[in-house]
């Protein structure tokens, strides 16, 4: 390996150190409460070293944002390997939607709840990640209308009334506010609900 390849290799290693510690201080302390000279130290580096990579702490937190993304966007897309139907494709991709969010809580919520990233996106325009993981809900409605197998005809109303149903669903679960049911039913309840959700799209 020559020297050109062994720094790019050393800036990515250090790049991906900074990443994995910063998700650990923002869940840790919150967004609010996390700081670049906690990351630093957590990393045993001056935050100096921090700002050759990031410009702030919204563009990192952006950037720990959209590595959950991209394992969303892999799950969502491995999951409906196969599958033709796109009334099941649909409920398929809810499904790992809510798989992800179940097995990453706290990455959802920093994904999903807390306002940073948005702030990040209104800056930079640029939400690569965000915009494709829409984009596969949005495929996957389009070919529902397209087969005319969904009541809704507007693509958009139904993406939105769709993620919306699915956030609540998994926002309330992660956030324990279904405490007053046993775990077990909670979790045929939750898969119940959207495939009545489903149901009720369906053009039957």
């Known amino acids: 390996?020559?020297?050109?390849?062994?720094?790019?290799?050393?800036?990515?290693?250090?790049?991906?150190?900074?990443?994995?510690?910063?998700?650990q201080i923002f869940i840790e302390e919150g967004f609010e409460k996390a700081s670049i000279r906690a990351i630093a130290d957590r990393i045993e580096y001056s935050p100096a070293t921090i700002y050759l990579y990031f410009k702030d702490k919204n563009e990192l937190f952006f950037a720990v944002h959209e590595t959950g993304f991209e394992k969303l966007i892999l799950e969502m897309t491995n999951a409906i390997e196969g599958i033709t139907d796109p009334i099941e494709e649909l409920r398929t991709r809810g499904f790992a939607y809510m798989k992800f969010a179940f097995q990453n809580p706290e990455m959802y919520d920093l994904m999903f709840i807390q306002n940073a990233p948005m702030e990040s996106i209104k800056e930079s325009d640029i939400w690569a990640c965000g915009h494709q993981c829409f984009m596969l809900l949005f495929e996957t409605i389009q070919r529902c209308i397209d087969t005319n197998a969904i009541r809704i005809t507007d693509?958009?109303?139904?993406?939105?009334?769709?993620?919306?149903?699915?956030?609540?669903?998994?926002?309330?679960?992660?956030?324990?506010?279904?405490?007053?049911?046993?775990?077990?039913?909670?979790?045929?309840l939750m898969r119940n609900s959207v495939d009545q959700m489903i149901q009720l799209l369906k053009n039957e």
């Open 1 to 23: 390996m020559g020297i050109i390849e062994r720094k790019e290799r050393d800036k990515q290693e250090m790049r991906l150190k900074i990443l994995e510690t910063a998700q």
């Open 155 to 188: 693509l958009h109303i139904a993406a939105m009334s769709i993620w919306s149903f699915m956030h609540g669903l998994v926002s309330l679960k992660i956030r324990n506010r279904f405490q007053k049911f046993g775990e077990g039913d909670v979790d045929e």
